[in-house]
């Protein structure tokens, strides 16, 4: 099959053996696969892949089983499913545990349903899961033109939340379009400031992908008991930590990797995303945002655009 590699840094297209399905796993013949940030910091050496898993970039994908390995039982060859991966995706076919599968929700084509799998496990994991964001709570998402911004800003106002996003100016509109309350743009404006000044107590959960940069500012936009989920260190890994603000709050800080995690935890994630967000992608509350779709030996130009921020949603690649 053919693939993208990574060689000194660079993503380089290259035919490579058929991945095979072992014990509770199956092969799908990929129709799409979704872009992360994460498969930037994997080529560029700071996100290796966990022992064991496919050495290729690609962290979601959708397509149609060709294989079902031993003791799969529930699945079958023919079937659509989208998928959560621990790399790989940047191919044509992928070996996935059978527990990380998604059925393709009702009213999405197959390509769209790739646009899923990385982005609601992870708000979901974090934002309902650990944090859990409620009815009536404000939900502070920064990036929030991102993949996983634009689906953070409709699952929280799903569940009844008040959505506070920050994103350069041009892209307010469409953000506006999909529930944010209140958009910042974080090259102008002190999100701690408007934040505070939004309800006069500040955020309950905040979402971060910018890592140290953000910490201390986070801390004080955070409302009495609020979590912060730190998921990304675009802005570094290391800041100090005013324990006494954080305490004075009640406040606590978490930070997690999806990708790292067992693969019983990651199938219990799947499970629950599919039972609590998948109704709510089928209902129309929370869909896809979907930026483009280049072909797979395009993944060099897909990884330029992640990096200039100016995407909106999600990059796809087709093999």
Known sequence: MHAIVIEDKQLVPREVPDPEAGDGEVVIDVTAAGVNRADVAQRQGFYPPPPGASPYPGLECAGVISAVGPGVTD????????ALLSGGGYAERV??????LFPVPAGLSLTESAALPEVA????SNVVDRDRLRKGRTLLVHGGGSGIGTFA??????LGASVIATARAGKHEALRALGADLLIDYTTDDFVSATR???GQGADVILDIVGAKYLSRNIEALAPNGRISVIGMQG???AELDLGLLMAKRGSVSSTSLRAR??????RIVAAVTRDVWPLVEAGAVKPVIQTTMPLARAAEAH???ESSDHLGKILLTP
């Open 121 to 124: 496990c992870t708000v979901w």
């Open 304 to 306: 330029e655009l992640m």
């Open 95 to 100: 070996a996935v545990p059978a527990g990380q």
């Open 236 to 238: 570094g890994r290391k």
């Open 262 to 267: 067992p693969a019983a935890d990651k199938a």
């Open 153 to 158: 800003i409709q699952l929280g106002k799903a």
């Open 197 to 199: 000044d939004f309800n």
């Open 75 to 82: 699945r079958h060859v023919g079937e659509r499913v989208s």
